[in-house]
């Protein structure tokens, strides 16, 4: 038996989003901008975006420019929001953002090239 969605009405994608600061809700999705430092630090983000939401089975829309990814992010099945674009709008976040741990043996790139 499939699983029926919970569908998140705009006061609940509100409150959600308040959690995920640089996420807004327009247009029906929720929404993003990955800024970097040009082309080929796009190109990680997007492949580190494309790896995580393969793993997940849940896929975003991508606009992708020069210096911009720009994430959209909504349940097509449920044609709305839901559980899923959060929780992977929450590990692009975790994976656009990783860093190594303060200590550690990895030092991390010398200067951050995603805002």
Not at 13 to 19: F, G, K, M, P, V
Not at 74 to 96: C, M, N, P, Y
């Amino acid at each position: 038996m499939a699983r029926v969605e919970h569908t998140c009405s705009e006061s609940e994608i509100q409150t959600r989003l308040e959690r995920l600061p640089g996420w807004s809700f327009r247009d029906g999705a929720i929404r993003r901008t990955f800024t970097t430092d040009g082309w080929g630090s796009t190109m990680l983000v997007v492949n580190a975006i494309a790896f995580a939401c393969e793993a997940a089975g849940h896929h975003p829309d991508l606009a992708v420019s020069w210096s911009k990814v720009d994430v959209a992010l909504w349940t097509h099945s449920a044609q709305g929001i839901t559980d899923k674009d959060f929780e992977t709008a929450a590990l692009l976040e975790r994976t656009v953002f990783w860093k190594p741990a303060e200590g550690g043996a990895l030092s991390g790139p010398p200067k951050p090239f995603v805002r």
